[in-house]
């Protein structure tokens, strides 16, 4: 299996408007995970499963584009100014997080968490707003940091929002690459589908992270957009699963309530 379909891209071979050397460049830039100082050709061929070799001409190009920007001491290189302009055009553009931010930041506060707006990008989702209560410890994760969809609250959200079928096609991608974890993983997105019908929310008690706990709710934001979730979570001992069922629940239902409301109008 090639990479692209790895992650989640798939692209038949009959496609002719397919351009697979493109699609190689855009892998070795989504592959920058939130934390990396820098990554040298040998760890990005490892993550986007390509040839050294190949990788070496792709970071060469998008270095001469400002794409990445190579580091003089260790010859590795990190995301370059060019990707900063895409990222923050399409922010700005992102109407959803002006929107949001207010509620979900009246959230964190009443609830004493942290509160993420994020949206699915291959196995991850990710963050693209986020609000901290100021009266506890919350999580250090920030706009642009990524988990994973699979097991965590905001993911699963995702994934009880979207139609059989793409979740299906989500979940046969994960089996492929994790035959091992697999029936765990299966079993918490087929609870976390139920959940969503009788409680209204996801749940991740642990299952990202043993000492964290979340809960969310996906919505569609419109204007062609894919469903986005909001997740109110922490660590778990500031946040007990009865704590984020009985008190969080039903403010944070409200929440996604008020928000899809204010898209309407």
């Known amino acids: 299996m090639n990479s692209v379909a790895k992650t989640g891209k798939t692209a038949p ?10 699609a190689r460049g855009l892998e070795v830039l989504a592959c920058f995970r939130s934390g990396d100082k820098a990554l040298g050709n040998q760890e990005i061929a490892q993550r986007c499963k390509l040839p050294k070799s190949t ?5 060469s190009t998008l270095t001469k584009l400002d794409y990445l920007i190579q580091v003089e001491e260790s010859g590795k290189y990190r995301l370059g100014t060019a990707t900063l302009s895409l990222g923050s055009a399409m922010l700005a553009r992102l109407d959803v997080r002006q929107i949001a931010r207010p509620l979900m930041q009246e959230l964190a506060d009443s ?11 291959r196995l991850s989702m990710i963050y693209v707003e986020n609000c901290r209560s100021s009266a506890a410890l919350t999580l250090s994760l920030d706009v642009g940091s990524r988990i994973p969809v699979a ?4 993911g699963r959200a995702y994934l009880a929002a979207i139609p059989d079928r793409e979740r299906l096609d989500f979940m046969e991608r994960v ?6 974890a697999w029936p765990d993983i299966r079993d918490g997105i087929e609870r976390a ?10 749940c991740s008690f642990g299952d990202w992270q043993k000492d964290v706990n979340g809960i969310a709710r996906a919505f569609q934001p419109g204007n062609g957009l894919p469903p986005m979730a909001i997740n109110c979570g922490g660590p778990s001992f500031n946040l007990s699963k009865d704590y984020l069922l009985n008190e969080v629940r039903p403010r944070l239902i409200e929440t996604v309530s008020k928000l899809e409301a204010s898209l309407l109008r």
């Open 55 to 59: 990788v070496s001409r792709l970071t």
């Open 193 to 202: 589908v139920e959940d969503y019908r009788t409680l209204g929310v996801t």
């Open 175 to 180: 089996q492929e690459l994790d035959e091992v």
């Open 111 to 121: 609830t004493r968490s942290m509160v993420s707006l994020g949206t699915r990008d």
């Open 151 to 154: 097991s965590s609250a905001i």
């Open 13 to 22: 071979k009959e496609d002719r408007h397919f351009v697979t050397a493109l």
